[in-house]
């Protein structure tokens, strides 16, 4: 799925598109939360968001959590104050927060379980362009994680 390098947007905004907020984030996973927990993360996040109008993307693996959330910017701004006061996540480094016309990149939601070799992939493209010190400090300390877990550590943060 994260054939491209970064992350592909239209260069050609089109006015007819709606006005959509995009919240692109990665996170680590807190002690205890295993694969049941993620399902029933997803099973509510699936509901609550077909009601508002969000779409997007959720990756999970090696304790590490990739989220691409799109849509209304009410709503998605709201459930970004959600997620910054989950206990079930931590150390939430924000890759990209905008506000644009554009059609929608993840136009029904997904969920993905990849190894650590791809979110690795997508946190060190983010590393080369991150300029924020907090943000590199995260984004380091994730990527250290990944490198001394295994995939047998899925879905723990050790
Ligand atoms: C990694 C992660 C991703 C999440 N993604 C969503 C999501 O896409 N949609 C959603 O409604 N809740 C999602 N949640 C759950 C929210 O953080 C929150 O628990 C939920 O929106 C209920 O919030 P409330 O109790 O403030 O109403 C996610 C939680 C985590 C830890």
Same mark, same amino acid.
């Given at each position: 799925?994260?054939?491209?390098?970064?992350?592909?947007?239209?260069?050609?905004?089109?006015?007819?598109?709606?006005?959509?907020?995009?919240?692109?984030?990665?996170?680590?996973?807190?002690?205890?939360?295993?694969?049941?927990?993620?399902?029933?993360?997803?099973?509510?996040?699936?509901?609550?968001?077909?009601?508002?109008?969000?779409?997007?993307?959720?990756?999970?693996?090696?304790?590490?959590?990739?989220?691409?959330?799109?849509?209304?910017? *009410? /709503?998605?701004?709201?459930?970004? $104050?959600? &997620?910054?006061?989950?206990?079930? =996540?931590?150390?939430?480094? @924000? %890759? +990209?927060?905008?506000?644009?016309?554009?059609?929608?990149?993840?136009?029904?939601?997904?969920?993905?379980?990849?190894?650590?070799?791809?979110?690795?992939?997508?946190?060190?493209?983010?590393?080369?362009? *991150? /300029?924020?010190?907090?943000?590199? $400090?995260? &984004?380091?300390?994730?990527?250290? =994680?990944?490198?001394?877990? @295994? %995939? +047998?550590?899925?879905?723990?943060?050790?």
């Amino acid at each position: 799925m994260f054939d491209e390098p970064g992350f592909p947007r239209d260069p050609d905004d089109d006015a007819s598109a709606p006005t959509l907020y995009t919240f692109v984030y990665c996170s680590r996973a807190a002690d205890g939360v295993d694969d049941a927990e993620v399902d029933r993360l997803i099973e509510r996040s699936q509901r609550h968001n077909l009601a508002c109008g969000i779409t997007g993307v959720l990756v999970f693996g090696s304790g590490v959590f990739f989220q691409w959330i799109e849509g209304p910017t *009410a /709503e998605v701004r709201k459930l970004m $104050a959600s &997620l910054h006061g989950d206990p079930r =996540h931590y150390d939430i480094v @924000s %890759l +990209d927060q905008s506000e644009e016309k554009r059609e929608r990149l993840y136009p029904n939601w997904q969920m993905e379980r990849v190894d650590a070799d791809d979110i690795r992939e997508v946190l060190e493209d983010a590393l080369e362009s *991150a /300029e924020d010190q907090t943000n590199i $400090a995260a &984004l380091t300390r994730i990527l250290d =994680h990944l490198a001394t877990s @295994s %995939l +047998d550590s899925l879905g723990r943060a050790n």
